[in-house]
């Protein structure tokens, strides 16, 4: 084999490596209706312990945040959400990168976190 096949493999994988592993982002707005602070951890796709979030952080009632992780050639990230002070129970979700997740709760007996995926900034009126 010559140079140039041999580098031309090379680059070919390498290319490939870097968009399978390319960094996505998503925005999280959190309309939860007790006006509480939620916890959202955003997993990588193919992270099926789902130990280590790739992002993590809190987000204040009515306010919008990006979180991060690999999109893994899958092109969206998983998203857990919690309220830390118990109101609900923790909801996931699969978020398509440069896309929204609107967070609220279902309401009955037991109270469940819901996220709700959406092309453009949703409102929480």
Do not use: H
């Not at 789902?50 to 919008?64: E, I, P």
């Not at 967070?103 to 009955?108: A, C, D, F, L």
């Amino acid at each position: 084999m010559n140079i140039t096949v041999l580098a031309s493999i090379f680059f070919a994988t390498f290319s490939l490596f870097q968009i399978k592993n390319k960094t996505i982002s998503v925005y999280v707005v959190n309309c939860v209706q007790t006006k509480k602070k939620i916890r959202v951890s955003a997993f990588n796709p193919k992270d099926g312990a789902k130990f280590t979030a790739y992002s993590d952080g809190f987000v204040n009632y009515g306010s919008m945040k990006r979180f991060k992780c690999k999109g893994q050639g899958k092109g969206f990230c998983r998203l857990n959400v919690g309220i830390p002070n118990g109101t609900a129970s923790s909801g996931w979700g699969k978020i398509k990168k440069r896309r929204y997740a609107k967070i609220t709760i279902r309401g009955g007996k037991n109270n469940k976190v819901r996220v709700t995926e959406s092309s453009s900034k949703p409102s929480c009126n």
